[in-house]
């Protein structure tokens, strides 16, 4: 059984949409992408600790910084690359749980958890 499970995981590490997902996750560490990147989370732990206080100016224009990043985060080219790839992989990942646990339990719930 654990030598079938070795070649399923070597066909997956194989697969095209591995492939993608993992050069579209290189991509990612560029200097400008992770610059971005970095911003963001920095803005957002900014604004979480002081959300919590009264509604001032600090807060909105700190509101309106991360709503233009995240803009501009969504407009990436090599962020949008990633989230295809991320989905097209997680989508061969459902398809071969599917595969494997098909006939298994009648209580055993195969589909992806969505939010």
Do not use: W
């Not at 079938?4 to 591995?18: P, Q, T, Y």
């Not at 009264?54 to 990043?69: A, E, R």
């Not at 990436?76 to 991320?86: F, L, M, V």
């Amino acid at each position: 059984m654990y030598e079938k499970i070795d070649e399923l995981i070597a066909a997956i590490l194989k697969s095209e949409e591995f492939i993608n997902y993992h050069q579209a996750q290189c991509q990612l560490y560029q200097s400008e992408t992770m610059a971005l990147l970095s911003k963001y989370q920095s803005l957002m732990e900014d604004y979480l600790k002081i959300r919590d206080y009264t509604m001032d100016v600090g807060q909105k224009t700190l509101k309106k910084q991360i709503q233009n990043i995240q803009r501009e985060i969504n407009q990436h080219p090599d962020i949008q690359c990633y989230y295809q790839a991320y989905y097209q992989f997680n989508d061969l990942l459902e398809e071969v749980t599917q595969t494997v646990f098909e006939n298994i339990s009648c209580d055993l719930k195969l589909e992806r958890f969505r939010l």
